[in-house]
């Protein structure tokens, strides 16, 4: 069984950087040939899809976010991160990883989510 948990600060300062980390068990992100992406959804509005990084290690960027956004990942300790600069308050919502399946074309292991909010 695959699972994704999501950690976050919670509350970040605007103008601050925001790091994402999310623990894989059960798979290991370099299998072939998963994508394992960050998604978020603002608070009243639907799912953003923010980036991914690839079982290879590339990683490709929503281009509304792309020049803030940056995902990276130890495959140590199977873990893959989101770092998000500049931050505003529209950048407050509810941040996902999830294993995109080439195989099934879908998103098929989601974590549970994490709430982060940007405030003064």
């Known amino acids: 069984q695959v699972q994704l948990q999501e950690s976050a600060p919670g509350l970040v300062k605007p103008s601050q950087s925001l790091s994402l980390t999310c623990a894989v068990s059960?798979?290991?992100?370099?299998?072939?040939?998963?994508?394992w992406s960050w998604i978020r959804q603002p608070p009243g509005k639907g799912l953003e899809w923010v980036g991914y990084?690839?079982?290879?290690?590339?990683?490709y960027y929503s281009p509304s976010l792309r020049s803030r956004t940056s995902i990276s990942r130890d495959t140590s300790n199977n873990q893959v991160f989101l770092q998000l600069s500049s931050v505003t308050p529209e950048d407050t919502a509810v941040y996902y990883c999830?294993?995109?399946?080439?195989?099934?074309?879908?998103?098929?292991?989601w974590g549970q989510g994490t709430q982060v909010t940007v405030s003064s």
């Open positions: 990084i690839s079982y290879s290690g590339s990683s």
């Open positions: 059960g798979d290991s992100i370099t299998t072939n040939y998963y994508y």
């Open positions: 999830a294993r995109y399946s080439t195989a099934v074309q879908l998103f098929d292991y």
